[in-house]
């Protein structure tokens, strides 16, 4: 079994109605909606963008499907788990299985650890396998990402790396424990123009190698036409537009698509 076979058959998200509710710091103030009544269903192996401004519940609805924030009410399922339900044991199971992808790879990783080590720990805690196993495993993540030759890297302290190479290493430290679904938090937002391309270019061939589902979140309608077949636009909370990604580029409904689209520098270009 190759590495690219060794990842798990993906499971269906179920996205059923959800809100979300922050009760104030004092009695009387009024509870802020972060989501509201929010439904889509994304298929084994599929992608989405949820797009939006800041403040729009997109990073809000990325924390509720990963099981670090709870509902309001409504319910998300994936495969054989109802997310909002899981406690314990389960809920680490879960963990395993729906991996986020950090927005700063300069913040997400331990300046203490090497490379190798940030990504034996997920193989061990989640895999159970052992030492001598996640270390090929590693080799095999290093390879995967384009951080060769390995054994070069895995001995790097992330000091050593720069932003691009971070981001790798964070995306194959996602991939470490095998998920079904990964949750990507606009990770490409803190790296130098330059490298962004390169970095969803990277995103995109290891979806497409691994089957995994993906969830791409972002305020960039130009980088999630890169990486998604399917679009959700959210503004306060709510969705006021949702299709396949080249539909909703090229023939906006909502002026607040519309609102987006023209921030870009030349929009004109979704029309060909």
Same mark, same amino acid.
């Given at each position: 079994m190759n590495k690219i076979d060794s990842f798990r058959k993906t499971g269906t998200l179920v996205v059923e109605d959800v809100t979300k509710l922050y009760q104030g710091r004092r009695r009387h103030e009024a509870s802020v909606v972060a989501v509201k009544n929010v439904s889509f269903t994304l298929p084994?192996?599929? +992608?989405?963008?949820?797009? &939006?401004?800041?403040?729009?519940?997109?990073?809000?609805?990325?924390?509720?499907? +990963? &099981?670090?924030?709870? =509902?309001?009410?409504?319910?998300?399922?994936?495969?054989?788990?109802?997310?909002? /339900?899981? /406690?314990?044991? %389960?809920?680490?199971?879960y963990y395993g299985d729906v991996? @986020?992808?950090?927005?700063?790879?300069?913040?997400?990783? %331990?300046?203490? %650890? +090497?490379?190798?080590?940030?990504? +034996?720990? =997920?193989?061990?805690?989640y895999l159970g396998v052992s030492t001598q196993q996640a270390r090929l495993r590693v080799n095999e993540l290093l390879e995967l990402v384009g951080l060769t030759p390995?054994?070069?890297?895995?001995?790097?302290l992330p000091h050593q790396l720069s932003g691009g190479q971070r981001q790798r290493v964070v995306l194959a430290r996602a991939l470490a424990c095998k998920p079904q679904l990964l949750v990507a938090d606009e990770p490409v937002s803190m790296l130098d123009?330059?490298?962004?391309?390169?970095?969803?270019?990277? @995103?995109?061939?290891l979806r497409r190698q691994t089957g995994i589902s993906l969830i791409y979140i972002t305020h960039d309608l130009l980088s999630?036409? @890169?990486v998604t077949n399917n679009l959700l636009v959210l503004n306060n909370g709510q969705v006021?537009?949702?299709?396949?990604t080249l539909e909703v580029l090229r023939n906006p409904q909502n002026e607040y698509t519309k609102k987006l689209l023209a921030a870009l520098p030349n929009p004109s270009h979704w029309s060909t």
């Open positions: 084994a192996g599929g +992608t989405i963008g949820l797009v &939006g401004a800041s403040g729009s519940g997109k990073s809000t609805l990325a924390r509720l499907i +990963t &099981g670090a924030e709870r =509902p309001s009410s409504g319910s998300i399922v994936f495969s054989d788990y109802r997310v909002e /339900r899981l /406690r314990g044991k %389960n809920l680490r199971h991996q @986020l992808v950090f927005q700063d790879p300069y913040a997400a990783l %331990n300046p203490l %650890n +090497t490379v190798s080590y940030a990504l +034996t720990r =997920p193989i061990i805690n390995v054994e070069q890297f895995g001995a790097k123009v330059s490298l962004r391309a390169e970095i969803l270019s990277l @995103l995109d061939q999630a036409r @890169l006021v537009e949702q299709g396949p």
